[in-house]
């Protein structure tokens, strides 16, 4: 009979706890509620996406439905959000618009062309070409945001040389509502039936919160400042976007409406994925208070979401 002592066994069961305890962190981590919020930052720009699905319930902001689909789309700001609507987005994915109030047809007159007569309404569309309508097709609600037809033509009759710069820098948009749309009204969801007024990240984050109640979310793209003098968006220089040129956006607003939500939300990690030692990858000052806030970067993120 062999006999076999402590010493030369122990390091056997060692690893055997090891590997048990490897499977139940890992257990563990699979079964914690992961929501991913993309931002449209340059930090993601290499980043695949597709990754994630799977994984966590994915939110997304404004054009981010160019090129990639998530499960959830906030947009707050009036082009973006109807030219993400009369693209049939809203027939598949989940979508939370500002001030998105379905109105019944019959008021469409009023709404639009706000008491003006035919002839004054066809003397708005000789001059002015910034009314953006989708298809009424069988449509009996309407969704509308930005000027009246009445104001344009206040503005043809002041006449001078303002009066074209003026009128190209107003817009109408109009969706009508197809069957079975997934768009919902921000104010429906936010306290008091009052919209919090945020930008379309941090809205991302608290529509999220309110809906799933993760154990962690990931801020993928949401750099807040800039790595050069420029506005750092991938988008920019497109439809409903500032030029390229035009320097960094002033992130107060998404520092503090982000501040808000780990204050709100204690419970859940946050993690700001970061790329690189520039700017965008430097701690928030006003962020060092909320222990459920780290900085991890895409190895990491890689590692805690299982990618």
Same mark, same amino acid.
Request: overall charge neutral; proline content about 4%.
């Given at each position: 009979?062999?006999?076999?002592?402590?010493?030369e066994?122990?390091?056997?069961?060692?690893?055997?706890?090891?590997?048990?305890?490897?499977?139940?962190?890992?257990?563990?981590? =699979?079964?914690?509620?992961k929501?991913?919020c993309?931002? $449209?930052?340059?930090?993601?720009?290499?980043?695949?996406?597709?990754?994630?699905?799977?994984?966590?319930?994915?939110?997304?902001?404004?054009? /981010?439905?160019?090129?990639?689909?998530?499960?959830? /789309?906030?947009?707050?700001?009036?082009?973006?959000?109807?030219?993400?609507?009369?693209?049939?987005?809203?027939?598949?994915? =989940?979508?939370?618009?500002?001030n998105?109030?379905?109105?019944?047809?019959?008021?469409?007159?009023?709404?639009?062309?706000?008491?003006?007569?035919?002839?004054?309404v066809? =003397?708005?569309?000789?001059?002015?070409?910034? /009314?953006?309508? $989708?298809?009424?097709?069988?449509?009996?609600e309407?969704?509308?945001?930005?000027?009246?037809?009445?104001?344009?033509?206040?503005?043809?009759?002041?006449?001078?040389?303002?009066?074209?710069? $003026?009128?190209?820098?107003?817009?109408?948009?109009? #969706?009508?509502?197809?069957?079975?749309?997934? %768009?919902?009204?921000?104010?429906?969801?936010?306290?008091?039936?009052?919209?919090? &007024?945020?930008?379309?990240?941090?809205?991302? &984050?608290?529509?999220?919160?309110?809906?799933?109640?993760?154990?962690?979310?990931?801020?993928?793209?949401?750099d807040?400042?800039?790595?050069?003098?420029?506005?750092?968006?991938?988008?920019a &220089?497109?439809?409903?976007?500032?030029?390229?040129e035009?320097?960094?956006?002033?992130?107060?607003?998404?520092?503090?409406?982000? %501040?808000?939500?780990? #204050?709100?939300?204690?419970?859940?990690?946050?993690?700001?994925?970061?790329?690189?030692? &520039?700017?965008?990858?430097?701690?928030?000052?006003?962020?060092?208070k909320?222990? $459920?806030?780290?900085?991890?970067?895409?190895?990491?993120?890689?590692?805690?979401?299982?990618?």
């Amino acid at each position: 009979m062999t006999i076999k002592y402590f010493d030369e066994e122990w390091p056997k069961e060692e690893a055997i706890l090891k590997q048990g305890l490897d499977w139940s962190r890992q257990s563990k981590r =699979e079964r914690m509620k992961k929501v991913f919020c993309i931002g $449209n930052g340059s930090s993601r720009k290499d980043f695949n996406l597709e990754s994630l699905r799977g994984k966590g319930r994915i939110y997304g902001c404004n054009a /981010l439905y160019r090129d990639f689909k998530p499960d959830v /789309l906030i947009s707050v700001d009036n082009g973006i959000m109807h030219e993400i609507y009369q693209s049939g987005f809203a027939k598949e994915v =989940e979508c939370w618009f500002r001030n998105w109030t379905k109105v019944p047809e019959h008021h469409y007159q009023m709404m639009l062309h706000a008491g003006l007569n035919l002839a004054e309404v066809e =003397e708005v569309k000789k001059e002015w070409d910034g /009314l953006y309508e $989708n298809e009424k097709g069988n449509a009996t609600e309407f969704v509308m945001h930005g000027s009246n037809l009445s104001g344009i033509v206040t503005i043809l009759r002041r006449g001078g040389d303002k009066v074209k710069e $003026n009128i190209n820098k107003s817009y109408s948009y109009v #969706s009508w509502i197809y069957d079975g749309d997934k %768009s919902n009204n921000l104010k429906d969801i936010c306290p008091k039936n009052s919209d919090l &007024g945020w930008a379309a990240g941090p809205m991302s &984050g608290y529509v999220a919160c309110k809906n799933e109640t993760p154990d962690e979310v990931y801020l993928i793209g949401h750099d807040l400042v800039s790595d050069t003098q420029k506005v750092n968006n991938l988008y920019a &220089g497109t439809k409903h976007y500032v030029p390229t040129e035009q320097g960094p956006t002033p992130h107060v607003n998404w520092v503090n409406q982000w %501040s808000q939500l780990f #204050s709100w939300n204690r419970e859940t990690k946050f993690y700001k994925v970061n790329k690189g030692d &520039g700017n965008t990858a430097q701690p928030i000052p006003e962020w060092d208070k909320y222990p $459920n806030l780290s900085y991890i970067d895409y190895p990491r993120l890689a590692n805690l979401a299982g990618l």
